[in-house]
């Protein structure tokens, strides 16, 4: 079958194409681009701008994939991004092939992925590559009416299924209404031969034959056209869909209806029979099935729907000293904001004045309200408990983190699992593999069918046609996505793609950060040793004045415990933080060093004074640094960092899954294995280097299988990335870690369970649907042909088909709404 959507129409005049180029670093490399681009047959006009990055030049659109492969093979890069649309009237897996065909054939698209569950296609291309017109002309074509998703006044996602649910309840009830009538005159007539007699009677075979012929015209031109309207153009294009089954099967029963009632003569003797009811009831259980299907798939969309709706519409502002009540759309940065009890908090911020508890359960996914006080950061959506406070607001819009997070969730939503490859294979020869087995069905019973021949392959015909669901097959797997990525934000977990839901699926081996993941990551100082000549106070002012200039939480232990003596840091004159090891300074006319003792060893100096008391420290969980000042050794301090509540019944939970757990960390040996220790770990990989993450990654790899690796997501961005499942333990306004496949959005290690048990719980569940819908039509589409006859096997009647069909949908999108139990209370 030749493809009507396998190549977009070229433009034959040249346009003005605009874009970026990465890489170019001198006015040589502009050259080069430039002589790469006029080298492209058609091109005219090159220009390429060093300052700007971009490169201007008149092309034939069509010819846009060879002016980015010249800028490619000439060194450089054209960034890719990805344009979203929202896509009306599909129905089903064929349908999705059908509009990924049509934008993948638009020149300078390099992916396109559309997801039936909602509704949208991504499309990667080079930035400034493809216009939004192209896409949205080749959705067109291929029968669908595109919605650009950053329009503001295009509907929301959930306004769209609520609109399409109350659209298919009218014709659901019209169309019903107008069965009704036939039903009972055909099939009561036959169930009860009185009634069918005092009926005809009463009406006269014309007048009733009439009023069934009415009753079903007004169905299928009423609520039925939309099955014509979708479905027709596709077949015509070469392209049948779900729609063009369903207008080929009802439109068969009703055409031959037609002809039996008013040209019999037009028939073999013996076979004018109608079969009205048939084609009615068909499009009504089918109407039915789709407004379960589009109520179900409003409740796949209830969590996103819930954390868009989080977000307070107004917010009280303090302006000029007055308070004022604006919409939350109209808050700037920096703008102070008065929350009072029971208000949600309106934006992101940090808080200026007053104290309260705030509720950040629907973000976190942790239901105990967290204390604010002055200088506490607040999320916004959250709902403030008891007393009342101000904040500064520091994001709005898209940059805020529910914003973030509605964002991330959407793109798993949105993702195809590698599991999907082969329904996709499948079901782009479906609908068209339906067909020919209804054609041979009807042949079959024509020739070899008892007498009369052309009752028995016509129903048996539309039964095959009716029976078949590709709708199943194509919401088996983003339905379970859908459902299960919501449950999972609900929970304080985010998916940052659906693939990773796959991934951690498929995980041995659990590899855990110390600092800030399985421990608090804010260390307090325990202990202070001066070496001789040196003074307790004198040591720690230095050190702190010199740790005062870096973020790690070792850091900030250093310098509390400074502020708490009342002890001034001195003038930093220089600063350099050397990765792994520890920092180098000059304070106040001296040369300071603080760090691990592997920066001491690099700096000459020898640790023999305090090796006994460091052995000592580390044994008891606490982390041993040194300070050196002026080349000499000067002091030994000790940190220690909590452990987390909940993170050893976490790491006996992942025990209990069948995974092994590691623990990577920079910290010593002695120290780590304390912790360990406490957590019943086995595996400690002890004083590594940032860098040598990665080896214990591919050490773990090589040992068990696939690795999960677990950290902040800034300093273990290497592991993360390097690991089959990067998992970065997030807070409320930290959540964009974009080296990390999973954020778990409270920090607490139970949302890790939560993410495996909900991974293990979608793959499930996907395997449960994508079981049911192909063994629903190998099934019943051979018992739809009638094979079971020969045998003593029932027929399937086109009515029963119908239902059938209908229930398969249904029953995919009741299982997937199983995962909003899933992951725990």
């Known amino acids: 079958m030749t493809s009507a959507v396998a190549t977009a129409p070229h433009s034959v005049t040249p346009e003005r194409l605009d874009l970026p180029v990465s890489g170019l670093s001198c006015a040589s490399c502009v050259g080069r681009v430039e002589r790469a681009l006029r080298a492209v047959p058609g091109a005219s006009e090159v220009a390429v701008n060093l300052a700007t990055g971009r490169a201007s030049l008149r092309l034939d659109r ?12 000439a060194g450089y890069a054209v960034p890719e991004t990805t344009t979203t649309l929202e896509i009306s009237g599909l129905s089903c897996a064929s349908c999705v092939a059908r509009a990924e065909r049509g934008l993948s054939a638009v020149p300078g698209v390099s992916a396109a992925s559309v997801n039936l569950a909602t509704g949208r296609a991504v499309v990667r291309h080079p930035e400034g590559a493809v216009a939004f017109d192209s896409l949205a002309e080749a959705v067109r074509r291929a029968g669908y009416e595109p919605v650009p998703t950053s329009d503001a006044a295009a509907p929301d996602p959930a306004g769209r299924r609520a609109e399409e649910y109350a659209a298919l309840t009218r014709d659901l009830v019209i169309a019903a209404l107008f069965a009704a009538p036939i039903v009972v005159l055909d099939m009561g007539g036959h169930a009860v031969p009185a009634f069918h007699h005092a009926i005809e009677s009463a009406l006269g075979p014309t007048r009733l034959v009439w009023i069934e012929a009415i009753l079903a015209t007004l169905v299928l031109a009423g609520p039925g056209r939309r099955f014509f309207a979708q479905g027709v153009p596709g077949l015509l294009r070469g392209h049948p869909d779900m729609n063009a089954l369903v207008a080929l099967g009802a439109g068969a029963a009703y055409l031959y209806s037609l002809v039996s009632a008013f040209a019999p003569h037009w028939l073999p003797p013996g076979t004018a ?13 089918i109407l039915l099935g789709r407004t379960l299907e589009a109520r179900a798939k409003g409740r796949t969309g209830a969590a996103i729907a819930r954390l868009v709706g989080l977000a307070p519409t107004t917010a009280r502002v303090i302006r000029d000293g007055a308070e004022l009540s604006v919409p939350q759309a109209d808050l700037r940065l920096g703008d102070v904001v008065r929350v009072r009890p029971g208000e949600r908090v309106a934006a992101d911020g940090t808080v200026v004045a007053g104290a309260s508890y705030v509720d950040e359960g629907m973000v976190t996914g942790e239901p105990v309200p967290v204390a604010k006080g002055v200088g506490a950061p607040v999320i916004g959506g959250t709902l403030n408990t008891t007393g009342s406070f101000d904040l500064t607001v520091e994001a709005v819009g898209a940059e805020t983190a529910l914003a973030r997070i509605v964002a991330m969730v959407e793109a798993a939503q949105g993702a195809k699992l590698p599991i999907q490859a082969l329904v996709d294979r499948v079901t782009a020869w479906f609908v068209p593999a339906v067909m020919a087995a209804s054609g041979l069905t009807f042949l079959a019973w024509l020739a070899f ?12 015909a539309i039964a095959v046609l009716i029976i078949a669901c590709p709708c199943a097959m194509g919401l088996a797997t983003p339905t379970s996505i859908m459902v299960g990525t919501g449950r999972a934000a609900e929970r304080g977990v985010l998916f940052r793609n659906g693939t990773a839901l796959q991934a951690l699926r498929d995980a041995q081996v659990v590899a855990l950060d110390k600092t800030g993941t399985l421990t608090e990551g804010r260390p307090t100082l325990t202990d202070l040793v001066p070496a001789p000549g040196f003074a307790e106070n004198e040591v720690l002012s230095l050190a702190a004045a010199l740790e005062s200039r870096s973020e790690h939480p070792i850091a900030r232990a250093v310098v509390a415990a400074a502020e708490a003596r009342g002890l001034a840091p001195g003038a930093v004159e220089s600063f350099e933080a050397v990765p792994g090891y520890g920092l180098v300074g000059r304070v106040a006319g001296r040369d300071v060093a603080v760090g691990a003792a592997r920066h001491m060893a690099r700096l000459g100096l020898g640790l023999e004074g305090f090796a006994a008391k460091a052995e000592v420290l580390a044994a008891r969980g606490r982390s041993p640094l040194y300070v050196a000042v002026d080349g000499r050794l000067a002091a030994l301090l000790a940190v220690a960092d909590p452990i987390k509540p909940g993170a050893a019944d976490a790491v006996a939970a992942l025990k209990r899954e069948g995974l092994a757990v590691a623990m990577v960390t920079g910290d010593a040996r002695g120290t780590a294995e304390g912790v360990a220790r406490d957590l019943g770990i086995d595996v400690v990989f002890a004083e590594v280097l940032p860098g040598g993450k990665v080896e214990a990654v591919r050490d773990l790899k090589a040992r068990h299988g696939a690795v999960a690796f677990v950290g902040d997501g800034i300093n273990d961005a290497p592991a993360l990335a390097e690991a089959e499942i990067g998992i970065a333990i997030g807070t409320g306004t930290d959540i964009a870690v974009e080296s990390a496949d999973v954020v778990l959005m409270s920090g607490a290690l139970g949302g890790l369970v939560t993410a495996i048990h909900l991974s293990r719980a979608v793959m499930r569940n996907i395997r449960q649907n994508l079981f049911w819908a192909f063994a629903y039509n190998v099934a019943l589409i051979p018992v739809a042909a009638g094979l079971l006859r020969p045998f003593g096997g029932p027929l399937l009647s086109p009515v ?9 949908s249904v029953f995919v999108l009741a299982n997937a709404l199983r995962l909003r139990r899933a992951g725990g209370a």
Do not use: D, K, Q
């Open 449 to 460: 069918g008892p007498s009369p021949a052309l009752g028995f392959a016509l129903v048996n």
């Open 273 to 285: 029979h109608l079969y009205f009811e048939a084609s009615v009831l068909i499009v009504t259980l």
């Open 800 to 808: 029963l088909a119908a239902g059938a069909m209908a229930l398969s």
């Open 62 to 73: 069509a010819e846009i994939g060879a002016a980015v492969e010249a800028v490619v093979r």
